[in-house]
């Protein structure tokens, strides 16, 4: 009998592919919500910091034009901090897109593994039943072949 071969080999294999696809598009999306997230607290550390330096100009005393500047500079962190959260929550969306994606691509490979392995315990069964007939086959005709031999030796001896 021939090897045993998948009739579904070429779409298992594309569709793989396209599960590794949306897994390294998913690991992208993470890469980047990890890269906002990081950025958003480098922000929060610096307007921690330039709250801190504004609270000992006050007490220090400073010019109104310094410290207007620095309370600028603080607003314009909280509005990029703000603006880092939207980015998050936007990825946050994206990635659970993706992951239904990758889940979906997921079901998909796993549903041709298993019709594999239906068609492999097939082909096995197949196997067996063809060994069995040869088995059949050669004990019947080593019967015969000494029915035969039996047979003639009769003859030979009357």
């Known amino acids: 009998m021939k090897k045993f071969r998948f009739s579904l080999q070429k779409l298992m294999d594309f569709r793989e592919q396209e599960l590794d696809r949306q897994k390294n598009a998913l ?34 005393g400073s010019t109104a034009m310094d410290i207007s500047m620095r309370k600028r500079y603080i607003v314009t962190l909280q509005q990029e901090i703000h603006i880092r959260e939207q980015q998050a929550e936007e990825k946050k969306a994206e990635i659970e897109k993706q992951l239904s994606v990758v889940v979906d691509a997921t079901k998909d490979v796993k549903t041709l593994e298993k019709l594999e392995e239906k068609q492999l315990e097939e082909y096995k069964h197949a196997v067996g039943k063809e060994n069995e007939q040869f088995i059949e086959e050669f004990v019947s005709g080593q019967t015969v072949r000494a029915a035969n031999s039996a047979g003639n030796n009769a003859v030979i001896g009357e």
């Open 27 to 60: 690991s992208l999306l993470q890469a980047d919500l990890k890269r906002i997230d990081e950025s958003r607290e480098d922000l929060i550390k610096k307007l921690s910091e330039q709250e801190e330096q504004l609270e000992r100009v006050y007490k220090m």
